[in-house]
């Protein structure tokens, strides 16, 4: 079993609708969690991160952490076909250590 | 800045020969890594840096090496490939403590026929 757990998808939506991506994962020691965003045949960029439990905001885009059930979510609002991309949770344990564990990636297509 | 660059951006090997995949960064980053993302894998770290002249293993570092010389470069060397080898490789940077936010190279696509 993999540590980081994530729906490949693809997940396609109609333009303005609100999405939700989620990773579960089983290793109680991370502390840093962060999604990634790759447009097709591009690096991964960093879109937000958050640091132990709770939610953070910025512009259209939510993310949410419950340690308690190994649960993290991002959420997309109002969204847009320039969200189309694969969206990459990565996670890591402490503040002294830069190797990330990614999850598989889930791919999204908003519709116009 | 043209930040992090990879080349070659595409490969095709044989079973058996060996390449280096470049890779340079100019934002003075101390740590610099190596993934591989393969589908249904997601990314996987290969080796990584924290320093020039310091290198460690990733999560599947078995095929290739890495050596650190100068801050700006990071090469992968495949020493045998094979066909389990071929996938699309990233080179990431960030500065030493700032892990969070990773900045990737646009990615080498290799095949290993």
């Known amino acids: 079993q993999k540590e980081v757990e994530q729906d490949p998808g693809p997940l396609s939506v109609p333009e303005g609708a609100i999405v939700s991506l989620n990773c579960t994962y089983s290793n109680s020691a991370f502390q840093y969690f962060m999604w990634y965003r790759q447009y097709s045949r591009k690096g991964p960029e960093l879109l937000m991160y958050t640091y132990s439990s709770g939610n953070k905001e910025d512009g259209r885009f939510t993310a949410q952490v419950d340690k308690s059930s190994k649960y993290i979510s991002l959420f997309i609002r109002d969204s847009q076909p320039s969200d189309s991309a694969t969206y990459l949770c990565?996670?890591?344990?402490?503040?002294?250590?830069?190797?990330?564990?990614f999850g598989q990636g889930t791919t999204l297509q908003v519709k116009p | 800045n043209a930040g992090v660059t990879q080349t070659p951006k595409f490969q095709v090997l044989k079973t058996g020969q060996s390449m280096t995949l470049q890779c340079a960064q100019d934002m003075n980053h101390e740590y610099m890594s190596w993934y591989r993302q393969d589908p249904g894998m997601g990314l996987r770290l290969i080796h990584y840096s924290v320093g020039a002249g310091i290198t460690d293993q990733g999560e599947v570092p078995n095929g290739y090496n890495v050596s650190r010389s100068t801050t700006e470069d990071f090469p992968l060397r495949l020493l045998s490939a094979a066909p389990s080898q071929t996938s699309v490789y990233f080179c990431a940077s960030s500065p030493r403590g700032a892990y969070n936010e990773q900045f990737f190279g646009p990615g080498t696509r290799l095949t290993v026929l």
């Open positions: 990565a996670m890591r344990v402490s503040s002294n250590t830069g190797k990330l564990i």
